[in-house]
């Protein structure tokens, strides 16, 4: 009986042991004897960041009439170059043209194009140009120098890689923050960085948002960035 009772207790200390010796795992210091501490910290902050618009894209239509279609296209290749020589003068600061493919029809709304016919040829030009504060100019030079009507002006961020940036610098600290809190909390000390990892909300979710904040999308063409980082630390016994 006394032989198995120590057998028992032998196989206690056995299995204790073992688990004290297992890699990672502390014992924390202080009044909680025996309790476990794990061997890293994992954390997760996000950020966000807003990009201004810093480009204006103008959609420009272009038609003409001709007794060919090659006659039709002339004419709209010399509107396009005048459009394009007007609107580059204006604006020069990177200075983009768009340009689009052009839709035939005959000169009766719904006929077949057929020989002898009247062609019309029509275009959508795109321009696009960092002169942001010059779209008014922009339009009305674009009329003048031939433009049948401007459909759309747009403005969109193009340039966001250094606000991205910014947002993951800020949410970094965030994280390693939240770290060493968690660390001073449990005794310990935060030890080597062991793993970073950055993803960002997608552009979706975003916009779904503003919509339902009854933001005109179209109109402002700011971008909102919505950064998250995880950081996993190994952690160390307090001094």
């Not at 120590?6 to 210091?29: E, M």
Request: charged letters at 20%; glycine letters at 8%.
């Amino acid at each position: 009986m006394r032989s198995s009772i120590s057998c028992r207790k032998l196989v206690v200390q056995f299995l204790l042991l073992s688990f004290l010796s297992l890699p990672g795992t502390l014992i924390a210091q202080g009044g909680d004897q025996g309790a476990q501490i794990p061997n890293e910290v994992a954390v997760t902050a996000d950020a966000w960041a807003w990009a201004p618009p810093d480009h204006v894209r103008l959609t420009i239509l272009l038609r003409a009439s001709g007794a060919t279609a090659g006659e039709a296209q002339a004419i709209i290749l010399e509107k396009e170059g005048k459009i394009v020589q007007a609107l580059k003068q204006l604006a020069p600061d990177n200075f983009q043209v768009l340009p689009r493919g052009d839709k035939f029809t005959a000169g009766e709304k719904g006929a077949a194009i057929a020989k002898n016919s009247p062609i019309t040829v029509e275009r959508y030009l795109g321009i696009e140009t960092a002169a942001l504060n010059k779209a008014a100019q922009l339009v009305d030079a674009a009329l003048n120098a031939g433009g049948e009507s401007v459909t759309d002006v747009l403005y969109l961020v193009k340039n966001d890689a250094s606000l991205n940036e910014l947002a993951m610098q800020d949410a970094t600290k965030k994280a390693r923050g939240k770290a060493e809190a968690i660390a001073k909390s449990l005794g310990v000390q935060l030890g080597p960085l062991l793993s970073a990892t950055v993803s960002e909300e997608p552009a979706g979710r975003i916009i779904r948002e503003k919509f339902q904040r009854g933001v005109e999308l179209e109109m402002f063409g700011d971008n909102d960035m919505h950064v998250f980082v995880s950081l996993r630390f190994g952690i160390e016994k307090g001094a």
